[in-house]
C-alpha cells in the first residue's frame, strides 16, 4: 500500500506543498494568500479529479503547516477507505490522455479531431466518402429515412414556445 509523500512546490511567494499518494496527486497544503494577520495562514485541500468528484473534496485551515499537515492527513485517512482503484486508475488515464496531447502540440501535429476527413458512417454500418458520389450513393436513402425519423420525433416532442412581449418601438 502506497504511502502520503509531500514535495515542495517552486512557488516562489508562498510554501505550497503538493501531496501524493503513490503517483497520484491527491491534495496540496499551502501557505493562504491574502488573508488576514490574525486568520489560519495555513490550508490544505484533499482529493483529486477526475477519479474523486469534487463535492467529495476535503478541505480545512490551521495555524501552523504541522496543524495543517495533521489535518490533511486526517482527512485523507477517512476519505481513503471510500475510495476504489478504478478512481486512481482514471486519474492516471486522465494523466495519460493530456501528455499525449501535450506531446502532439509540441511536435506541431494537429489532434484527430482536428484533420478533416470526408469519411463518413451510415446508419447501417458502412463508412463512405462522402465527396465521391459512387460511393454514397446507396447510402442517401438510409440517412434521409433515419433523419425523417429523428425529425418527426422531435416534431412530436417538441414544446411549444412562449411568446415574446411586443414592443412599439423599434428595439
Known amino acids: 500500500m502506497p504511502s502520503l509523500t509531500r514535495r515542495r512546490c517552486d512557488n516562489p511567494h508562498r510554501e505550497t506543498w503538493d501531496v501524493s499518494y503513490g503517483d497520484v496527486r491527491v491534495g496540496t497544503i499551502g501557505e493562504r494568500a491574502g488573508i488576514p494577520v490574525g486568520a489560519d495562514q495555513w490550508g490544505w485541500s484533499c482529493g483529486f479529479y477526475p477519479g474523486l468528484e469534487p463535492r467529495r473534496h476535503r478541505q480545512g485551515t ?9 489535518g490533511f492527513e486526517a482527512d485523507w485517512h477517512s476519505l481513503l477507505p471510500e475510495l476504489s482503484d478504478d478512481a486512481f486508475e482514471d486519474c492516471r488515464r486522465d494523466r495519460a490522455f ?18 478533416y476527413s470526408s469519411l463518413m458512417r451510415c446508419v447501417c454500418g458502412v463508412v463512405f466518402d462522402s465527396h465521391k458520389p459512387d460511393e454514397s450513393y446507396d447510402h442517401r436513402g438510409h440517412i434521409h429515412a433515419a433523419y425523417n425519423t429523428k425529425a418527426t420525433k422531435r416534431a412530436v416532442t417538441k414544446r ?12
Open 98 to 115: 493530456r501528455a499525449e496531447i501535450r506531446a502532439t502540440r509540441a511536435r506541431g501535429e494537429k489532434l484527430p479531431t482536428e484533420i
Open 62 to 70: 490551521a495555524k501552523s503547516f504541522i496543524e495543517a499537515r495533521a
Open 160 to 171: 411549444p414556445q412562449r411568446k415574446e412581449p411586443q414592443h412599439g418601438g423599434p428595439c
